[in-house]
């Protein structure tokens, strides 16, 4: 094959690439996730998109190395490459490590249940059931019986008291993608806030709730 058509064809497939707007999406969806108290829905066309175009990338970085490319060219290609990759690993990373954290919750809460890929589920089963497991062998077998429970403190308790659960009512700093006018942040009888387009705030995550999951704003 002709180099020269090759190396075209490679910078073709990556103009056509980086004309996307997913990789200011992975960002965001990044982003989103390690400032929200709880696990957020699983962005699973994004993420497939993204494999996909780290798979392209690293087919193009390969091609243009064999083609002789300027090597400060290459290295522009790279960094995408790994900008990419170190967002879909950190995003991946940090939805695993909420799901370790407040695993026991998100088994017993449909709408949070579905928010898993089906291979964050799979994982959070057999995590849960390890830790239940190793609870009943290192510490709740040698209870008395009362307190045997790896949810409950003992027999008497009406609620899951040994669940963790994340605190909603934490601030997060937060940017509006457009302009949404008044906005009543709760039912405390407070005043209504105007949230203007790309101003910057700090609110309580349980009132922009229905925001974030709409994507009307994006946490930072």
Request: one cysteine or more; a negative charge.
């Amino acid at each position: 094959m002709d180099s020269g058509a090759g190396e075209s064809s490679a910078a073709d497939d990556y103009e056509s690439l980086m004309s996307t707007t997913d990789a200011e999406r992975l960002k965001s969806a990044w982003r989103n996730e390690k400032a929200a108290p709880e696990i957020l829905t699983y962005a699973a066309d994004l993420v497939q998109r993204s494999r996909q175009q780290i798979q392209l990338m690293e087919e193009m970085v390969d091609e243009i190395n064999k083609n002789g490319v300027d090597p400060l060219t290459v290295s522009l290609y790279q960094m995408d490459l790994d900008r990419t990759m170190f967002l879909l690993r950190s995003y991946l990373r940090t939805r695993l490590q909420k799901i370790e954290k407040y695993v026991f919750l998100i088994q017993k809460t449909a709408e949070q249940w579905n928010r898993l890929s089906k291979q964050e589920q799979k994982f959070a089963s057999r995590f849960a059931g390890d830790i239940k497991h190793h609870l009943e062998l290192s510490v709740l077998s040698r209870l008395p019986d009362q307190y045997q429970s790896h949810l409950r403190q003992s027999a008497a308790s009406e609620d899951d008291d040994m669940v963790p659960e994340p605190q909603l009512d934490a601030y997060v700093v937060c940017r509006s993608k457009k302009y949404l006018g008044a906005f009543q942040l709760d039912d405390g009888g407070e005043e209504p806030i105007d949230i203007e387009a790309d101003d910057l705030y700090a609110l309580p995550y349980k009132s922009i709730k229905p925001l974030v999951e709409s994507g009307q704003i994006d946490l930072v």
